[in-house]
């Protein structure tokens, strides 16, 4: 948690008239409230400035994941240097070292960038009442527009890479998060009839590998968003999942 300290004003600007002691921070704020037995508006939070800075950095920080993404998709995470990243953005490479430590980082930061969706539509099913199958219908939604998007590339590419030890274990945890929600899911639908009987482990593979492949060809300038993609597989894969009549 940050300490920051908050210098009181110095007496030369803080006295309500001459001659008279200075005062301490809150009877200041109160004395100026009340001054001449006028109500003032109460002073700016010296904290509001915080928020907005963090908000800043957030900001910032966001703008690089994504700009490495897009020189990832276009040149490859080997080809591309952080040089590269800082060009993009027109700061200088010290600037993207404030918001990473590394290039493996801004890797990982992409990948979870995209990844996230899909944790957050399997916590929404979860949630949920109704049949299992339009549950999984909400977590595939996400999965096909986070394959769409511009961290598509790394979320299919990211073991690829030489990466550290404690890296790729921490993204084969997240990928068997997934696996593992999407496979519960299935289960569920074939017990509330919702979904056809089916081997969960081996529908989820053939959703998840299909819609893993949407990263490899699709690209921003098609004629379809990636909305509408989502959309046409949800079609697909919900005529296949429901139960034959």
């Not at 990982?108 to 995209?114: D, H, R, S, T």
Request: proline share 5%; glycine share 6%.
């Amino acid at each position: 948690m940050s300490s920051r300290r908050v210098r009181a004003p110095t007496a030369g600007n803080s006295r309500v008239g001459a001659g008279k002691p200075a005062l301490d921070a809150k009877v200041q704020v109160n004395a100026r409230i009340q001054i001449n037995g006028h109500a003032s508006e109460r002073p700016p939070s010296p904290w509001r400035g915080s928020r907005e800075r963090q908000h800043d950095r957030e900001v910032k920080r966001e703008a690089v994941i994504r700009a490495a993404a897009h020189a990832f998709n276009h040149k490859g995470y080997h080809n591309t240097s952080l040089d590269d990243i800082a060009a993009a953005l027109e700061v200088t490479k010290p600037t993207v070292y404030y918001y990473v430590s590394n290039k493996e980082q801004l890797l990982f930061e992409c990948f979870v960038a995209g990844i996230e969706p899909i944790r957050a539509g399997l916590r929404e099913a979860k949630s949920l009442a109704g049949p299992a199958r339009e549950r999984l219908n909400t977590v595939l939604r996400n999965y096909a527009q986070a394959m769409a998007s511009e961290f598509g590339w790394c979320m299919v590419r990211v073991e690829e890479q030489d990466l550290s030890p404690d890296m790729s274990s921490h993204i084969k945890a997240m990928k068997s998060e997934i696996d593992q929600g999407i496979r519960r899911l299935i289960r569920e639908g074939v017990q509330d009839g919702s979904i056809h009987p089916c081997d969960p482990k081996m529908t989820a593979f053939a959703l998840a590998g299909s819609l893993n492949w949407i990263a490899h060809w699709y690209r921003e300038n098609q004629s379809m968003t990636g909305a509408e993609i989502a959309d046409a597989f949800i079609t697909v894969f919900d005529n296949g999942l429901q139960p034959r009549r």
